[in-house]
């Protein structure tokens, strides 16, 4: 064969490779697409063509008592799973990376575990425990849930941080006197902020976007943001829902980078202050 047509052959292959991506790109966010132009469908049926340009339907949402009260309900779940998981993510992730004692890589397995199962799965046997013990189903334990979904990803981005942060600067602290504590607040601490910064909005995310293990653990007459747009779909697929799914596309993928960004800009302040500092 000769170089010509390898290369031929080659560039083929790339060309197919960017088409096959492509249209998996598109059969990935088409119908994303399609749920926020039919949101501002005047229609009151949602389909193509559309009728006309409206915010009929969002006004409809905040009008739209049951839909505000899931809305509440998953913004303080998913605020309060945050701060939880990202606290005990970094407590987690430091006694990992810093400590040796027994059972510590069993224990490292035990909390990254509800990453590796399945969220059906888990949820399905949580509800069998809570049916075992006579435990009804409380929003307690729906947010003990979200916090048990979480906490794996907080941990495994906050420990990625950690092993990247030399122990030179904590042991030069403790050789000077300064208590352990004090030297985790003043020095560890404030080189984890990246990654606590990005464990509370993947916490966030994780929670306000559940819907699985939602359905199996939140009480009766307790609806989320997922579950409520359940409940919706079953009597029909109207621009309101289409309305209400756009939000939670908001939400979910507008946290993270609005997070994102301000945490970059955030990051170069603190270099550029420090390069004067140094100057």
């Known amino acids: 064969m000769s170089a010509r047509q390898h290369d031929r052959e080659g560039r083929w292959a790339w060309r197919l490779t960017g088409a096959i991506t492509l249209l998996v790109y598109i059969f990935m966010f088409a119908p994303i697409a399609a749920t926020v132009i039919l949101s501002f469908n005047s229609s009151m049926f949602g389909g193509f063509p559309l009728t006309g340009f409206s915010l009929h339907w969002y006004e409809k949402l905040l009008s739209n008592e049951q839909v505000l009260t899931a809305f509440r309900t998953s913004l303080w779940i998913a605020l309060v799973t945050a701060a939880v998981t990202t606290a005990l993510g970094i407590m987690v992730a430091f006694a990992l990376v810093r400590f040796q004692f027994p059972g510590k890589q069993s224990f490292g397995t035990l ?20 049916k075992a013990v006579d435990q009804p189903r409380t929003i307690w334990l729906l947010l003990l849930g979200h916090i048990l979904l979480a906490l794996p990803y907080v941990v495994l981005v906050v420990q990625a941080r950690m092993i990247g942060i ?22 560890t601490l404030p080189l984890l902020v990246p990654a606590a910064v990005a464990g509370v909005l993947l916490a966030f995310t994780i929670s306000f976007d559940n819907t699985s293990a939602s359905l199996f653990w939140r009480p009766a007459g307790v609806e ?3 579950t409520q747009i359940l409940s ?20 979910t993928v507008g946290v993270p980078l609005v997070g994102g960004l301000m945490l970059q800009g955030f990051t170069r302040l603190m270099k550029r202050v420090g390069g004067k500092g140094n100057t």
């Open 224 to 226: 989320t943001m997922p």
């Open 111 to 130: 909390v990254i575990l509800p990453a590796l199962v399945p969220e059906t799965i888990l949820g399905v046997g949580l509800l069998v425990l809570i």
């Open 232 to 251: 919706m779909l079953k009597i029909s697929v109207s621009p309101e829902v289409n309305a209400l799914g756009t939000v939670m596309i908001l939400v």
């Open 166 to 187: 030399s122990r030179t600067y904590e042991e030069a602290a403790l050789s000077l006197g300064a208590p352990r504590l004090a030297s985790f607040r003043e020095i």
